[in-house]
Structures are given as structure tokens and as C-alpha cells.
């Protein structure tokens, strides 16, 4: 499952960890080679104390030692997206929206930049030269910071935008893959996905209905396996 | 001083607003020819109540009436600065480590990156143009994000990171003036730098020796003005 490099004798690699399950599976992705550095963003969103409990307890599994959770609830006062503005409702999943390639209301604008940029201050400070995302291209619902694009393009402004000497880059391992693959590579690297929390609308259990829980159900059922975490509609 | 379109009428920009003189100037311009949107991040600075103090007052002189304060003290737990880190002393201008072109310890890593995204972010939310920004390259201490190639990679970011019908650019008025032609735009536009705030050290009166009182004292001297806020050292 892992080189057979000390921890201590790494590398570090800072690790964006929702606590979903695409992060569940970067983060054992990046433990393969890596010493990781989690960290967990509270945006403001509607499920955040799910997340958090799933964060650590991830974390824990994966005995990483160092943490940062970081308040980004200004996010939600920025608004305009369902998952901060508690006055726009959560949809239920939208196959049809989803493939005519419309951006949805759960978009938050420009949401990753904050992440990363959080990502990027606390590796140069850390002195990590890897920053791991469990973005998604396929399957995202269509958000544009979910695209190659986008992480070439924040790959230049870290190369500008930090002192001469850091190296840091951004790797998304799983942008290219879809959510079926994600479930197979986590099994493979017994991630503990089972500890990880995916619904935009509830805290326990999963609401099942809503685009998160929609595609992951549907990613599992593709893959041919059962999904591990409690669903209001089982 | 202004165009003859009603302010109601004219197109949305967001600003960042510290509360420093470049800051002050930067919105006296956007002002010019738009709507202002005042954006304030409180990311753990040592003087921040001096700053929101600076920052409201230049917001009401230039009677904007949307503004946003966020919550970015994050960056203190992150540290690396002199800034957010009281565990780093400020000290005093050195100007031989300026012109080296050594990165000073005030440098927060990737600082603008956070205050950037929280303006794309609002700007997208609002329906904004522009994001007005007071960097400098000149007389900026070195800080590898005041320089243009860094908001030309920004503004990339942004493009490939919003809804494709989002056009958001930013716009760094001053990055190619010295501090002394920043001070004279400000006196023809009568942008009120006597409500501005520079220091890292103190909150009043500003300590006249850190490494932004310094550039300021110095950029007045050579302009020929006598700078309106009050020193310790007058």
C-alpha cells in the first residue's frame, strides 16, 4: 500500500479533505508517497459538522498528524450558491440539467480558488511541495473549477505568485477519472470511504436524493459494489 | 473628477479596500467610472481596528454604499508573516534588504491570493466587471504578488474558473507607478489619504520606522507633500 520510505523521511504534501468521498481517496492516494498535512475548510456549508466529524475520523484512519481546519464562513455570506445561501433550496438531481451542461445552483463561485490558496499559503509555510484535490472532471455537475484547466492555470499563479524558491504544484489524481474508477483505486488502497460523507443536504442519514448523493449512489451501483454509508432511502 | 453617468447607471466594481494609502487611491480611480462594491478582508493583521477604521471612513467619503467585510484571520493560524505571526518581530526598514530584492518577513504567503478570490468570488455574486486591486511593483517590498505577470495569471484563473458568461477582469491602477506618482494621482483625484492607514506596527499614530511608514514618509518627501496622518517620530 506504501513505499517503504519512513513517514517522518517524506515529502510533504498538503491534502484538501472535505471529508467526501473523492478527497477520502486522494488522501489515500497521497499517503502512498507523501507525508500528509490535512486540511478542512468550514465554508459555511449546510452539512459542515458531518464533514468535519468525517474529516478526523479519515484522518485519524490514515494517521495523519498534522491538521489545519480553517473558517471560511465568509464564503457564505459571499452567497449566490444553495449550499451556503440557506434562501436557495438543494435540488433534487437533474440528469437532464446535469448532461446539457448548465451550472447548477449548488455552484459556489469560484470556490476552489479559496481552498487552494489556503492550500498554497500553509504548504509554503510548511515548506509542502505537493498540494493534492480530489477534483473530478467528469461527474462534477459542471462546475468550471473542476476542470484541467483550471489547475494548469493555478499551477502558473503559484509558480508567479510565491517566493522564488517554492515549489509547489497541484495534482488532481482523480480529475480524469469517473466516480466508478474512484470507488475501484479507493478499494484497491483500502481508503476508508465508508468513513466519508458526500450529502449536500442532510447530516445522518444521507438524504439519497440530492446530485451528491444521486452520483455517488449511482457510481457505487456502476461499480457493482454497496455503498458503505447510511441512506435515508434504504 | 467623475463621469457625468449617474453612479446607479454605471457598470459594478469591486475593490479592495485595506484602508492603505494605495488602497485609497485605487478606489478614488474605480470611482471615477464605477459603481464601487468596497471589499475589507480581516485576515489577522496586527492593526486591523485601525484599518477597518480607515476603511470605513474612505468608503463613506467616496459614498459607497455596498460594501463587504470578510473574516480571513485563517491566514494568522497558517502564519509564516511578521504580520499575522506575533511570535515574528515587524522591524525597522532596511532599505540595503529592499533593494537586494530579499522577501521580507512581513510577507504573508500568497496573501492576494485570498483577498482575489474573495473578490472574484463577490464579483461573480454581484455581477461585477472589475476587480480593482492597489498593488504596486515598485517600492512593494519584494512581495512576489504585487507584480503584473501574477494578476495576468490571475486573471487567466478567473476566466477558466467562473461560469462561462462571467467577465470579470482585474485591474491594478498603480502597479507600474512609484509611491510619490501614487500620492500625486491621489491629490488630483482628491482621494482622502488623510483617512488612509499604512502601518504594521501601531494603530495611532503610526510608528513612523517599520517598512511601510517608511516607503510612505519617503514617497511624500520626494513628492514634495507633507503627509496628513500623524507619526510618532513628528
Same mark, same amino acid.
Given at each position: 500500500?506504501?513505499?517503504?520510505?519512513?513517514?517522518?523521511?517524506?515529502?510533504?504534501?498538503?491534502?484538501?479533505?472535505?471529508?467526501?468521498?473523492?478527497?477520502?481517496?486522494?488522501?489515500?492516494?497521497?499517503?502512498?508517497?507523501?507525508?500528509?498535512?490535512?486540511?478542512?475548510?468550514?465554508?459555511?456549508?449546510?452539512?459542515?459538522?458531518?464533514?468535519?466529524?468525517?474529516?478526523?475520523?479519515?484522518?485519524?484512519?490514515?494517521?495523519?498528524?498534522?491538521?489545519?481546519?480553517?473558517?471560511?464562513?465568509?464564503?457564505?455570506?459571499?452567497?449566490?450558491?444553495?449550499?451556503?445561501?440557506?434562501?436557495?433550496?438543494?435540488?433534487?438531481?437533474?440528469?437532464?440539467?446535469?448532461?446539457?451542461? &448548465?451550472? !447548477?445552483?449548488?455552484?459556489?463561485?469560484?470556490?476552489? $480558488?479559496?481552498? =487552494?490558496? @489556503?492550500? %498554497?499559503?500553509?504548504?509554503?509555510?510548511?515548506?509542502?511541495?505537493?498540494?493534492?484535490?480530489?477534483?473530478?472532471?467528469?461527474?462534477?455537475?459542471?462546475y468550471p473549477d473542476c476542470r484541467?484547466?483550471?489547475?494548469?492555470?493555478?499551477?502558473?499563479?503559484?509558480?508567479?505568485?510565491?517566493?522564488?524558491?517554492?515549489r509547489i504544484e497541484i495534482e488532481?489524481?482523480?480529475?480524469?477519472?469517473?466516480?466508478?474508477?474512484?470507488?475501484?483505486?479507493?478499494?484497491?488502497?483500502?481508503?476508508?470511504?465508508?468513513?466519508?460523507?458526500?450529502?449536500?443536504?442532510? &447530516?445522518? !442519514?444521507?438524504?439519497?436524493?440530492?446530485?451528491?448523493? $444521486?452520483?455517488? =449512489?449511482? @457510481?457505487? %451501483?456502476?461499480?457493482?459494489?454497496?455503498?458503505?454509508?447510511?441512506?435515508k432511502t434504504d
Open positions: 500500500m506504501s513505499t517503504s520510505q519512513p513517514i517522518a523521511d517524506r515529502p510533504l504534501a498538503v491534502v484538501l479533505l472535505s471529508g467526501g468521498m473523492d478527497s477520502c481517496v486522494t488522501a489515500a492516494i497521497a499517503a502512498q508517497q507523501y507525508r500528509v498535512a490535512a486540511l478542512h475548510s468550514d465554508y459555511g456549508q449546510r452539512t459542515e459538522r458531518r464533514e468535519r466529524r468525517a474529516f478526523e475520523e479519515i484522518a485519524d484512519r490514515l494517521a495523519v498528524e498534522i491538521r489545519l481546519v480553517v473558517d471560511q464562513r465568509y464564503m457564505a455570506q459571499i452567497g449566490g450558491s444553495a449550499l451556503t445561501d440557506r434562501a436557495i433550496e438543494v435540488p433534487d438531481a437533474d440528469p437532464a440539467a446535469a448532461e446539457s451542461g &448548465e451550472i !447548477p445552483v449548488t455552484y459556489v463561485p469560484f470556490r476552489n $480558488a479559496h481552498f =487552494l490558496s @489556503a492550500a %498554497a499559503s500553509w504548504a509554503e509555510a510548511l515548506g509542502a511541495s505537493k498540494i493534492f484535490i480530489g477534483a473530478v472532471e467528469q461527474d462534477s455537475s459542471g484541467p484547466g483550471y489547475y494548469r492555470a493555478f499551477n502558473e499563479l503559484i509558480e508567479v505568485g510565491t517566493r522564488p524558491e517554492t488532481a489524481p482523480l480529475i480524469g477519472m469517473s466516480k466508478a474508477e474512484i470507488i475501484e483505486r479507493g478499494a484497491e488502497l483500502q481508503a476508508p470511504v465508508e468513513l466519508s460523507w458526500s450529502c449536500y443536504r442532510d &447530516e445522518d !442519514p444521507a438524504c439519497g436524493t440530492c446530485d451528491s448523493c $444521486a452520483l455517488r =449512489l449511482a @457510481a457505487f %451501483a456502476k461499480a457493482g459494489r454497496r455503498d458503505p454509508i447510511r441512506y
